[in-house]
């Protein structure tokens, strides 16, 4: 196990940070395109791809706390540090309330839960009509549905803010955080 440096992040950090951030762009993008297009077919899988992240979320987090956050490859000015600790910890509090919040929203508003066809929560149908399901709690799923929603919106600019500082370091700086973040020692 390598530990992060200045010159080089380690593997645990960079597979990581890649698999996270790869999936929860997918998730993002799906979740927009199926909130825009009612694409309603593409929501079992949605759910199965949010359930699969929760693993990678968890390590991450516990590496993160472990490991603590890697050390820059040169100092940064204050005001650098703070938004580079910002933008850090609202992708990273957002990739764990994201797919608590839709495994709540799903779960609790009565539309179970399925992981690749095994059934995790089950859809809580209505007796008068099938096609419809009944809350389990429409309280928690109402609270769940916002927060997935605002957690959403948070990674989606997160991720903005976090490649636009990224493309700052590699193309202002020419500092080597860019390459160091695909595994080159710098």
Known sequence: ????????????????????????????????????????????????????????????????????????????????????????????????????????????GGHGVDFFGLELVPRNPDPANPMEVVPLNGSVAGIAHELHALAGSGIIIGVILHTVGVLKHHILDKDGTLLRMLGVKV
């Open 1 to 108: 196990m390598q530990i992060d440096t200045e010159s080089r992040l380690g593997s645990n950090t960079l597979i990581l940070h890649w698999v996270v951030g790869i999936m929860m762009i997918m998730l993002l993008a799906s979740g927009v395109f199926m909130e825009e297009t009612k694409a309603y077919a593409l929501y079992p899988w949605h759910k199965s791809f949010g359930v699969l992240i929760v693993l990678p979320v968890i390590l991450r987090v516990l590496w993160r706390l472990k490991s603590g956050w890697p050390p820059p490859v040169r100092e940064y000015k204050k005001s650098e540090k703070i938004l580079s600790k910002f933008i850090h910890y609202l992708l990273l509090i957002g990739t764990v309330v994201l797919p608590i919040s839709g495994f709540l929203m799903s779960a609790m």
